[in-house]
């Protein structure tokens, strides 16, 4: 139930995707606020919405030019609390980067840049998780391409298929090449010398981890999404069992589908680690349940809340209620983990029973029939009286449907 303050607070969101979307809709359910969204181009989610005013930057993802908007944004609006956040790893890393810059004008809920050096490569963030206690996945790092023989199972320790990701997706998205992919699974020592050839040949100069491959379908994944206060102490914790993935190139591994789920054994050390290294803001894990040993893996920690934050959200844990808490009405938070289990999708139901593991589904089926479902596209205020935006959201669904046809394997 929505808290009834007068509330003098604009939320900045720096990119304009689904991340955007699920953080303006948490902000509006909860307060009522309008955010606006900055993007160097439109994306469907955010147009014809009446909680969205987009902004149009060409070269927003540059230093000067981000500092120049928010500089000229807080200019004109010289009487309101302003609260920035990045919706993609690049943006969040603008903004620590120049935290101390923004900090007269925006509350900028990051940590600062040198710890963000620290996390931010995966490579760096293994080390991290070894003082922790934190399992990872087997991990050989490079630096360059080499020759195939260079990556033979008896050189890494490790059988084919293998992963290949670069440790700093940041850097990498810089460096675009035809048949670019988020996450690469090579079969052979020639194919991973192959694809460390296209990804250093493009320009990217950072490590490139080569990892045992986790096997199981998208239902072996686990995110968990924290928030830490101003404080450096953990507020929240909610931990989700991941059901569905996207899966075409370019979004393989974004969340499509996810139950909450409660295991305090797991989320225990990473609440420490946190703790310790004095984090503060949205931190976001991704992890996965090894069939072959029934082990849970932690892969990358995202420096803000992820791309599905709306299945925190939606389970209770209102992301914007934490961050307005905290630094606008500086009330003290306590502790609290998600405990009740909740079904949030992004893509249609319909594409969650048809494409998920048949495991999963009773579950997912009981929680529909219990009304403990929610989805980020279908906000009921955004839809209502907003035919435009009706039309796109079934477009939207439609795609989802080719999409998946296409690109997604059989998950038994």
Not at 236 to 246: A, K, P, S
Not at 284 to 291: A, C, G, P, S
Request: net charge negative; hydrophobic share 40%.
């Amino acid at each position: 139930m929505r808290e009834k303050l007068n509330l003098n607070v604009i939320p900045v969101l720096i990119g304009a995707d689904q991340n955007c979307y699920n953080v303006a809709r948490a902000f509006h359910e909860e307060y009522g606020l309008v955010s606006h969204a900055f993007g160097r181009y439109a994306i469907g989610i955010t147009q014809h919405t009446s909680i969205v005013k987009f902004h149009e930057v060409k070269e927003l993802n540059t230093d000067d030019i981000l500092l120049l908007v928010l500089g000229d944004f807080a200019a004109q609006h010289p009487d309101e609390t302003l609260i920035a956040l990045g919706c993609t790893d690049e943006y969040a890393a603008l903004l620590m980067r120049h935290r101390e810059e923004l900090e007269d004008r925006y509350i900028i809920p990051y940590i600062g840049e040198d710890l963000m050096e620290k996390l931010v490569d995966k490579a760096d963030f293994y080390e991290m998780c070894e003082r922790y206690g934190i399992a990872y996945p087997k991990t050989v790092v490079v630096s360059a391409a080499g020759d195939a023989a260079a990556y033979t199972e008896d050189k890494l320790g490790f059988a084919y298929p293998i992963i290949v990701k670069p440790s700093s997706s940041i850097d990498y998205w810089h460096h675009p090449f035809d048949g670019m992919k988020k996450v690469y699974t090579s079969a052979s020592p020639k194919e991973t010398a192959n694809i460390l050839a296209q990804i250093y040949g493009a320009g990217y100069t950072r490590r490139v981890i080569l990892q045992d491959r986790v096997l199981g379908t998208d239902a072996n994944m686990r995110v968990l999404t924290a928030y830490v206060g101003k404080d450096h102490k953990v507020k929240m914790m909610c931990l989700g069992h991941v059901l569905l993935e996207e899966h075409t190139p370019k979004g393989l591994g974004n969340h499509a589908a996810i139950i909450t789920e409660y295991n305090p054994t797991l989320t225990a050390p990473f609440r420490a680690m946190l703790e310790d290294i004095g984090y503060r803001g949205f931190a976001n894990f991704d992890i996965k349940y090894d069939d072959r040993d029934g082990k849970l893996y932690a892969f990358e920690i995202n420096l803000r809340q992820g791309r599905s934050n709306y299945y925190v959200t939606s389970s209770g844990l209102n992301i914007a209620k934490y961050l307005i808490e905290d630094y606008v009405l500086c009330r003290d938070i306590e502790f609290t983990e998600a405990r009740q289990p909740h079904f949030w999708h992004y893509v249609p139901i319909g594409v969650v029973y048809k494409y998920a593991h048949k495991a999963v589904l009773p579950e997912v089926k009981a929680l529909v029939r219990e009304k403990k479902a929610s989805s980020s596209m279908w906000y009921a205020y955004d839809v209502l009286r907003n035919p435009v935006r009706l039309f796109y959201l079934l477009e939207h669904a439609h795609r989802f449907y080719k999409k998946y046809k296409t690109y997604c394997p059989d998950q038994g």
